[in-house]
């Protein structure tokens, strides 16, 4: 089974930290994806990576860059947190288009 | 542009009883349409997939979905609910064969025994 792992569970922050959530994944996927999932509001595309160093922006980049040095890890930065980052950040990868394997999430408090 | 518009916030139905989650879509092209399941603290989970093959499309733990272009409605469906079944359900669209994935805002369905 394809496993997408999130680093931290649960993240608390200050206002204008700089923070990285980090995911890897082990099966060679070539697409990677960060989205945030608000109540009511379901998951919008953050930051989207088709191979290494390359990337697409989503529907919400502001405030957000990325990184993506080797295949297997896709890293989420935010430059300088402010309180309406605070949300659940899922992670994803796939070959293709059809099937998204999903992280379990890193819950963000921004204090 | 592509939409999904989940009609029910939250659905409650008793263990054994049919379960029913309503989605509308919008979109352009032909799309494909997926349903994915997240149970407490775990990631989301690919439950069925239409791609322009057989209107009606059976996924994974007893669930079907029936794809009616002239509703533009993809609505997911389950004869006989299990407790296991409570968790977060969201239809999704692409409507141009890409990353491009629009999420509906969910459906939490909870089982009463």
């Known amino acids: 089974d394809v496993k997408v792992t999130q680093s931290s569970r649960y993240l608390v922050k200050r206002t204008g930290e700089k923070v990285f959530l980090e995911c890897v994944q082990d099966?060679?996927?070539?697409?990677m994806f960060w989205y945030r999932q608000d109540p009511g509001l379901g998951l919008r595309l953050i930051y989207f990576s088709y191979d290494v160093k390359m990337k697409e922006k989503g529907d919400i980049p502001e405030g957000y860059s990325v990184s993506r040095e080797k295949k297997e890890r896709f890293s989420l930065i935010l430059e300088s947190a402010s309180t309406n980052q605070t949300s659940m950040y899922l992670c994803a990868s796939s070959l293709g288009w059809e099937k998204l394997f999903f992280g379990s999430g890193t819950q963000l408090s921004v204090l | 542009a592509q939409s999904v518009t989940q009609l029910d916030s939250h659905v409650s139905v008793s263990e054994g009883t049919p379960v029913l989650l309503r989605c509308n879509y919008s979109?352009?092209?032909?799309?494909?349409l997926f349903w994915y399941v997240q149970h407490p603290n775990k990631g989301l989970q690919l439950l069925l997939k239409y791609t322009s093959a057989a209107t009606l499309v059976k996924g994974i733990n007893g669930f079907e979905a029936e794809f009616k272009k002239s509703e533009t409605s993809f609505h997911l469906t389950k004869p006989s609910a299990h407790m296991s079944d409570a968790a977060e359900y969201f239809c999704v669209v692409s409507d141009r064969d890409d990353y491009k994935l629009s999420f509906g805002a969910g459906t939490t369905v909870t089982v009463r025994a």
């Open positions: 099966m060679d996927h070539e697409n």
């Open positions: 979109s352009s092209y032909s799309p494909s």
